[in-house]
């Protein structure tokens, strides 16, 4: 298969037009690049059939002259690639990155617009590309006001799509809409969609490193156009000298689990900087956060304060009795008393209110073998957070804390960033400015030795590769929102999350709540509206390397055999496998544990769930050994189980299986089932 094809062979002068191709190693995805029209330009097809129609491609400065009119290919480089890489921990360990480059150097024709290349990665399950602007005479400060990229879709009038909106107040945590594509006006990445002969389509971006986050604006019908979003002064980003973009990502897959099953975010990202990160420890947790939500409890001191060294203690010796890592404790510095949300500026990082000793707290966990996990809240006041950012982590290495959650809790386009000029200017959660102080915060807790777990944060772009203490992050709607959300979270939210939030990366949804009844049952108050298998299940479907059992220990006892399936579930994967599903009615999960202190390598695990629909689901066992005996643990809904009335109705049995059988999945609704797969 010749990888590269110019359609004017032996011509490659800038004046002449070319259309050079690139397909995937397997030959189904073909990516073609012509400069025939006013604008370069990309399409992509997969097995012949056009996903995305010729979309442009550039981008304009404030100023220099734009990358637009004009723009010729003036030489073509090709490579392929086929190697496989380690991640330290994750949902894989062993990753194989295939493909086939094609970089393209792009110049005008009078020479006087500056020059830059466009790479592009293809993949069996995707496409990436970039812009390379090298340091060149006029580059040497560029302001981008725009970027030109288009992502055409080709049927897109025939198309449905899953979508959140983006710059709006709330961030991403916004309930997934389902839509004709025509009607995603301006959507955030991942955007997924489906086309009228069922092909599984995402486009995100990967290795966002100080660039402007893209969304997606929908101008001409069908035409999705690259929004970036901009700082506080209306520019969208500011370089220094040469520079080169995040990649933007196009997920393609012929069934909906081929998007799960894709390692292409990662595949795009650098190699781990870091060196040695034995120090990062996926685990599972447990902490005073609940209570405080369905107000149990308070983050401000007083009668009801949640993070006292009373409290922290009993915590610690739970998670000691049933084997978890961590307890993370929130409310336990100065700044959480009065309007907290939107007064940022009154947060101490390393002084702790009189009821909470973190030095009595931290003996007590060395004593049990479990660790305090930090917390620092924001508020979104970012540079009050950068100034005390050494000294609190200096507090938190004194403390034996490893791991951080962050918070940065403010509406959209309201970040409180102080210049140069002690002059106040209100950013964006994903714009340049964040973009960077996101990562600043990952990188000083490297240094020392912590690894960070971010809410409210800048959506993931598989920068956990690089920087593997980046453990995790919010960036859609968690758990939390069924304590007080208006409205909760639908019974179709973790299915959909799926196919969309978690196509970035691993989501701290904070699962396992076990008492659905603290405002009442029914589907007009606010809980989780989930039975209790399906909160088993999430587990396994929503992946993050910490997973916290998010309810309060009384809940967890009062159910002790149901507790089991989250004493047993791994947090770190030696592989994962989506078996089944639809985006957002249903999905089915296979994980098999990496081998660790704690786990022999030899057991699997399944999650599955549904939306407000029961079904049944045929699962194939034959991802497990072959020639092994398993002893499947089976936790399901019962035969009267619905999320509405009759949450609790949980089954609990064991049968022998082997690779050659099949089990059939009965999901109640907004159901689940959780299956530990014993090795024998």
């Not at 830059?116 to 812009?131: E, H, L, M």
């Not at 210049?419 to 200017?425: A, L, N």
């Not at 390397?545 to 002790?560: H, R, S, T, V």
């Amino acid at each position: 298969m010749r990888l590269i094809s110019l359609a004017l062979l032996g011509l490659s002068t800038a004046s002449q037009a070319q259309t050079v191709t690139v397909s995937s190693p397997d030959g189904q995805l073909t990516v073609s690049i012509n400069d025939d029209h006013a604008l370069v330009q990309y399409q992509v097809s997969l097995a012949e059939q056009l996903i995305i129609a010729p979309s442009n491609l550039g981008m304009t400065f404030k100023r220099q002259a734009p990358f637009a009119d004009g723009f010729k290919i003036t030489n073509v480089n090709q490579s392929s690639h086929d190697s496989t890489w380690q991640q330290p921990w994750g949902e894989q360990q062993n990753i194989r990155d295939q493909h086939n480059a094609l970089t393209l150097m792009l110049q005008s024709d009078d020479k006087k617009q500056g020059r830059y290349s466009v790479t592009f990665k293809v993949f069996n399950d995707g496409i990436g590309f970039r812009y390379e602007v090298p340091e060149q005479k006029g580059f040497d400060h560029s302001e981008i006001t725009d970027e030109l990229t288009e992502f055409a879709i080709a049927d897109a009038n025939q198309s449905t799509a899953w979508w959140i909106p983006a710059r709006g107040w709330n961030r991403y945590e916004y309930v997934y809409n389902t839509t004709p594509l025509m009607q995603a006006a301006h959507v955030h990445t991942p955007f997924t969609f489906k086309t009228k002969n069922n092909v599984h389509v995402s486009i995100h971006e990967a290795a966002l490193i100080d660039y402007a986050a893209m969304t997606l604006n929908q101008r001409r019908p069908g035409t999705f156009k690259a929004d970036l979003t901009p700082w506080s002064d209306g520019i969208k980003v500011k370089k220094q000298g040469g520079f080169t973009t995040p990649w933007r990502t196009i997920q393609v897959a012929k069934q909906a689990t081929g998007l799960l099953n894709s390692h292409l975010i990662l595949n795009l990202n650098e190699p781990n900087k870091l060196g040695d990160v034995t120090w990062v420890n996926p685990g599972k947790y447990v902490g005073i956060w609940w209570g405080m939500h369905i107000n149990e409890n308070t983050w401000g001191s007083g009668d009801k304060h949640g993070a006292t060294t009373k409290n922290t203690i009993e915590y610690m010796d739970f998670a000691a009795q049933y084997g978890f890592d961590g307890v993370l404790v929130e409310g336990w510095n100065i700044g959480w008393d009065g309007d907290w949300f939107f007064n940022g500026d009154v947060f101490k990082f390393d002084q702790a209110y009189p009821d909470f000793d973190i030095k009595a707290i931290s003996e007590h966990g060395k004593k049990v073998g479990v660790k305090l996990i930090g917390h620092h809240e924001t508020s979104g006041n970012v540079t009050n957070y950068r100034k005390q950012m050494p000294a609190a982590f200096e507090l938190y290495n004194e403390a034996g804390v490893e791991q951080i959650k962050t918070g940065y809790v403010a509406d959209g386009g309201n970040i409180k960033r102080v210049d140069e000029q002690g002059i106040v200017r209100k950013e964006w959660h994903d714009g340049q400015f964040m973009v960077n102080e996101y990562l600043y915060n990952v990188a000083l807790a490297a240094k020392h030795k912590l690894s960070i777990n971010t809410h409210e944060p800048i959506k993931d772009t598989g920068l956990r590769r690089t920087y593997p203490n980046w453990l995790a992050r919010e960036g859609a709607r968690g758990q939390e929102f069924n304590a007080w959300g208006t409205p909760p979270n639908p019974p179709e939210h973790a299915p959909m999350l799926a196919f969309t939030r978690m196509l970035a990366g691993p989501m701290d949804f904070t699962p396992g709540i076990f008492d659905m009844s603290f405002n009442g049952l029914g589907d007009k108050t606010n809980r989780p509206q989930t039975t209790l298998a399906k909160q088993l299940a999430l587990y396994v479907v929503l992946y993050s390397p910490i997973q916290m059992a998010a309810d309060l220990p009384k809940n967890y006892l009062a159910k002790p055999d149901a507790f089991q399936f989250i004493q047993d579930v791994p947090t770190d994967w030696q592989q994962s496998i989506a078996l089944g599903g639809e985006v957002g009615d249903f999905v089915v999960f296979a994980r098999k544990a990496k081998a660790t202190e704690r786990y022999n390598g030899d057991d699997w695990f399944l999650g599955a769930v549904s939306d407000e629909q029961a079904r049944e689901v045929t699962v194939k066992l034959d991802f497990l050994d072959a020639n092994r005996r398993y002893e499947a643990q089976i936790y399901r809904d019962g035969a009267d189980a619905e999320w509405k009335q009759n949450p609790y109705d949980l089954v609990i049995e064991k049968r022998i299986v082997t690779a050659k059988e099949s089990l059939i999945l009965s999901l109640a609704t907004s159901g689940g089932t959780a299956i530990r797969f014993k090795a024998l």
